[in-house]
């Protein structure tokens, strides 16, 4: 079990570390995409200098039970205009619950200043059957989060991502 997944679970030596979220988006609510099979939608942050351990992304079901199929997800960091993997994976839809967060598993990453980060979802060409969405908030002043990029319907709202960072 790597440093990442400690920090978390609030294992060992990790237990008692002070931690921060910082959420990326604030209500209103402006609507919902819907993650229907060939859908690919990608937005860029801006994560702050620090000890990022954690992504969280909000989902939403519509209140339907959904089958078993993978929705895939990746983090990548901007690096001088290149870009570099920081972790991908599957979130199994059928574990999804309406409006509930799920980790994109990363692993821990210390950021000496702010760092742009590509957080895209995608789901196959085919899906056996009702799709999760994510939820869109209407993008304001100040924000480190930019617009929703793969729909072009909803580019003024930005995503569900909270950041999970350790603090001394």
């Given at each position: 079990?790597?440093?990442?997944?400690?920090?978390?679970?609030?294992?060992?030596?990790?237990?008692?570390?002070?931690?921060?979220?910082?959420?990326?988006?604030?209500?209103?609510?402006?609507?919902?995409?819907?993650?229907?099979?060939?859908?690919?939608?990608?937005?860029?942050?801006?994560?702050?200098?620090?000890?990022?351990?954690?992504?969280?992304?909000?989902?939403?079901?519509?209140?339907?039970?959904?089958?078993?199929?993978?929705?895939?997800?990746?983090?990548e960091l901007e690096d001088g205009g290149a870009t570099r993997e920081l972790g991908a994976g599957t979130i199994d839809a059928k574990t999804l619950r309406d409006w509930a967060e799920e980790d994109l598993l990363i692993p821990l990453t210390y950021l000496e200043q702010p760092t742009r980060l590509?957080?895209?979802?995608?789901?196959?060409?085919?899906?056996?059957?009702?799709?999760?969405?994510?939820?869109?908030?209407?993008?304001?002043?100040?924000?480190?989060?930019?617009?929703?990029?793969?729909?072009?319907?909803?580019?003024?709202?930005?995503?569900?991502?909270?950041?999970?960072?350790?603090?001394?």
């Amino acid at each position: 079990m790597g440093e990442g997944q400690m920090m978390r679970l609030r294992l060992g030596p990790y237990k008692d570390m002070p931690r921060e979220n910082v959420l990326l988006y604030a209500p209103p609510l402006v609507s919902t995409i819907e993650l229907g099979a060939g859908r690919a939608v990608s937005e860029r942050i801006v994560a702050s200098a620090g000890l990022l351990f954690n992504i969280r992304l909000r989902y939403v079901t519509y209140g339907r039970s959904l089958p078993r199929y993978p929705i895939q997800w990746r983090v990548e960091l901007e690096d001088g205009g290149a870009t570099r993997e920081l972790g991908a994976g599957t979130i199994d839809a059928k574990t999804l619950r309406d409006w509930a967060e799920e980790d994109l598993l990363i692993p821990l990453t210390y950021l000496e200043q702010p760092t742009r980060l590509i957080i895209s979802v995608s789901v196959a060409k085919d899906l056996p059957g009702p799709s999760a969405g994510l939820p869109i908030f209407k993008s304001g002043a100040g924000m480190i989060a930019g617009p929703i990029e793969g729909d072009p319907e909803h580019r003024d709202g930005v995503g569900g991502l909270t950041l999970q960072y350790a603090r001394s």
